[in-house]
């Protein structure tokens, strides 16, 4: 008889899994569940769905073909088992078991489910650290505590001396921490795009479409085409092309938007690493081994890595440290409801559109799409943070409650009041007419500040600043905004206030 079970969840699919290091092939069952609870906690896009469950058969299939006994339910194996904790008592019930060993859960309700194992089940539950993530919490909280503020970048330098990625006796390379100044190109005319790798749905893949379109048809989102890599091979294919093809330009370009071209030069290995296909250190080495070698430049090297042991590091840290209540956070008071243009991308607002678009057919859209075309307007908009919480939750394959919560309260919609975020990423049409070409095909006009056919990010940028004067006003960061908003006359604050809220009483149909 087995002693122990092991459980491995859907965004745990890693062999070097701190849960399955010592596993013994002989005596142990690693236990894996595909439950309703997860698929439906809230109604996640079908192409996230799809890459979840078809990414853990193959895993469960590799765990096979090592020698490991692997009890694994597919969702409509026993309709009665919904959720972790049912799956792991019918495997219990088939086995036997003198001790539970999995990793903690990434996001905090999970993390409650496997805590309260051992009194459910009376045995031993050992709850492994995941450390797949660099720094461990108690790091994060190391450099977190007794500071007045929480900036990403200064986190991002001690990670950066910790792993030595791009350090030079003790110092950055290049001589400066990132190069951000580098990774602001708008697009230019003929920008050629490196054609993606192309993956055939195997059977495996095909039983999972036809599951999610059966039983979950009725989600946000396009099933097909699906072209997701779903394996271990295939993740190191996909990082492997990024860095031979899409790399070298990656920083330059990593701010722009082209119509048409969800992907331009980004890596797309966000939800590869999230699921545990991909280890976040083997994509840092990869890439600073290509500006090494010489074959990428070092601001796109830098850029790359930067996300990783920057933003993703910080980002987990931030959630952990102000959970269970970070998401009820809203510090500006926002409680529109979120158009309904949301879940169709049917709106006259061009960026908008090709932003929703995109992400509907894809579960996916770049860091600028999300932050300064969809965040923005929530922001400006001020729709209620809980709302957009759960979009953005809902539609991206690579969102899981620890990365999408703090991205949309903190980055997107300030509704932490600057808990690390230095100001609101707030802005106007220019910004977006900069680093796009999306305005020259959109309905209003990006350089007329008011009226009905004026760009609504415009007097939206200018009602928002005046609806939060109170609690903005005195940060330092925004001050050239309100001093120019002091000297506006009163006639064009008027006509910013007509146009917004001539904007927000027909806002499902702009």
């Given at each position: 008889?087995?002693?122990?079970?092991?459980?491995?969840?859907?965004?745990?699919?890693?062999?070097?899994?701190?849960?399955?290091?010592?596993?013994?092939?002989?005596?142990?069952?690693?236990?894996?569940?595909?439950?309703?609870?997860?698929?439906?906690?809230?109604?996640?896009?079908?192409?996230?769905?799809?890459?979840?469950?078809?990414?853990?058969?193959?895993?469960?299939?590799?765990?096979?073909?090592?020698?490991?006994?692997?009890?694994?339910?597919?969702?409509?194996?026993?309709?009665?088992?919904?959720?972790?904790?049912?799956?792991?008592?019918?495997?219990?019930?088939?086995?036997?078991?003198?001790?539970?060993?999995?990793?903690?859960?990434?996001?905090?309700?999970?993390?409650?489910?496997?805590?309260?194992?051992?009194?459910?089940?009376?045995?031993?539950?050992?709850?492994?650290?995941?450390?797949?993530?660099?720094?461990?919490?108690?790091?994060?909280?190391?450099?977190?505590?007794?500071?007045?503020?929480?900036?990403?970048?200064?986190?991002?330098?001690?990670?950066?001396?910790?792993?030595?990625?791009?350090?030079?006796?003790?110092?950055?390379?290049?001589?400066?921490?990132?190069?951000?100044?580098?990774?602001?190109?708008?697009?230019?005319?003929?920008?050629?795009?490196?054609?993606?790798?192309?993956?055939?749905?195997?059977?495996?893949?095909?039983?999972?479409?036809?599951?999610?379109?059966?039983?979950?048809?009725?989600?946000?989102?396009?099933?097909?085409?699906?072209?997701?890599?779903?394996?271990?091979?295939?993740?190191?294919?996909?990082?492997?092309?990024?860095?031979?093809?899409?790399?070298?330009?990656?920083?330059t370009y990593q701010d722009a938007m082209v119509t048409g071209e969800a992907?331009?030069?980004?890596?797309?290995?966000?939800?590869?690493?999230?699921?545990?296909?991909?280890?976040?250190?083997?994509?840092?080495?990869?890439?600073?081994?290509?500006?090494?070698?010489?074959?990428?430049?070092?601001?796109?090297?830098?850029?790359?890595?930067?996300?990783?042991?920057?933003?993703?590091?910080?980002?987990?840290?931030?959630?952990?440290?102000?959970?269970?209540?970070?998401?009820?956070?809203?510090?500006?008071?926002?409680?529109?409801?979120?158009?309904?243009?949301?879940?169709?991308?049917?709106?006259?607002?061009?960026?908008?559109?090709?932003?929703?678009?995109?992400?509907?057919?894809?579960?996916?859209?770049?860091?600028?799409?999300?932050?300064?075309?969809?965040?923005?307007?929530?922001?400006?908009?001020?729709?209620?943070?809980?709302?957009?919480?759960?979009?953005?939750?809902?539609?991206?394959?690579?969102?899981?409650?620890?990365?999408?919560?703090?991205?949309?309260?903190?980055?997107?919609?300030?509704?932490?009041?600057?808990?690390?975020?230095?100001?609101?990423?707030?802005?106007?049409?220019?910004?977006?007419?900069?680093?796009?070409?999306?305005?020259?095909?959109?309905?209003?006009?990006?350089?007329?500040?008011?009226?009905?056919?004026?760009?609504?990010?415009?007097?939206?940028?200018?009602?928002?600043?005046?609806?939060?004067?109170?609690?903005?006003?005195?940060?330092?960061?925004?001050?050239?905004?309100?001093?120019?908003?002091?000297?506006?006359?009163?006639?064009?604050?008027?006509?910013?206030?007509?146009?917004?809220?001539?904007?927000?009483?027909?806002?499902?149909?702009?």
């Amino acid at each position: 008889m087995p002693k122990t079970l092991r459980m491995v969840l859907g965004d745990q699919l890693s062999r070097d899994l701190s849960a399955l290091r010592d596993a013994d092939p002989a005596r142990d069952v690693i236990v894996m569940a595909e439950v309703w609870d997860e698929a439906t906690y809230v109604r996640h896009h079908t192409k996230k769905i799809a890459f979840i469950f078809a990414a853990m058969r193959h895993f469960a299939a590799d765990l096979e073909a090592d020698g490991f006994t692997v009890d694994y339910r597919r969702l409509d194996d026993d309709r009665d088992i919904t959720s972790f904790t049912d799956a792991l008592e019918a495997a219990m019930g088939r086995h036997g078991a003198e001790r539970i060993v999995t990793t903690e859960a990434a996001e905090w309700r999970v993390l409650a489910m496997q805590q309260g194992w051992a009194d459910l089940f009376g045995i031993k539950v050992d709850i492994c650290g995941d450390d797949r993530f660099i720094a461990s919490h108690a790091d994060f909280a190391r450099w977190a505590d007794g500071r007045k503020a929480l900036r990403m970048e200064y986190f991002y330098r001690e990670m950066r001396k910790a792993t030595g990625y791009l350090m030079e006796d003790g110092e950055p390379a290049g001589g400066q921490w990132n190069f951000d100044a580098e990774n602001r190109a708008p697009p230019k005319d003929g920008l050629d795009f490196p054609g993606r790798p192309a993956w055939t749905v195997d059977e495996t893949t095909r039983e999972v479409l036809d599951l999610v379109a059966d039983r979950f048809g009725d989600h946000f989102g396009d099933l097909e085409p699906f072209a997701h890599p779903v394996t271990r091979r295939q993740a190191l294919h996909c990082l492997n092309w990024f860095v031979d093809h899409a790399l070298p330009d990656f920083g330059t370009y990593q701010d722009a938007m082209v119509t048409g071209e969800a992907l331009m030069f980004h890596s797309h290995l966000s939800a590869l690493i999230n699921v545990g296909l991909l280890d976040p250190r083997e994509c840092c080495a990869r890439a600073e081994k290509a500006w090494r070698e010489g074959a990428v430049p070092l601001n796109a090297a830098e850029g790359f890595i930067r996300q990783i042991i920057g933003w993703r590091e910080f980002i987990r840290g931030i959630y952990w440290r102000n959970m269970p209540d970070y998401g009820d956070s809203n510090a500006l008071g926002a409680s529109r409801d979120l158009p309904d243009w949301f879940w169709t991308g049917e709106t006259h607002m061009n960026c908008l559109r090709q932003a929703i678009t995109e992400t509907k057919e894809n579960a996916y859209a770049h860091h600028i799409q999300r932050l300064m075309v969809i965040g923005n307007f929530a922001l400006l908009a001020g729709i209620d943070p809980k709302q957009v919480q759960e979009w953005f939750l809902i539609v991206y394959h690579d969102a899981y409650e620890w990365v999408e919560m703090p991205n949309v309260v903190g980055m997107a919609l300030y509704a932490d009041n600057g808990l690390f975020a230095s100001k609101p990423y707030a802005s106007s049409g220019a910004y977006i007419d900069r680093m796009s070409d999306y305005c020259g095909s959109c309905r209003y006009a990006v350089r007329k500040k008011n009226g009905p056919k004026a760009c609504p990010f415009n007097h939206l940028y200018w009602n928002f600043l005046i609806e939060n004067r109170e609690m903005l006003a005195g940060n330092r960061r925004m001050g050239m905004m309100y001093g120019t908003l002091d000297r506006m006359s009163a006639d064009k604050i008027e006509a910013v206030r007509d146009d917004s809220a001539r904007f927000f009483r027909a806002i499902d149909e702009a």
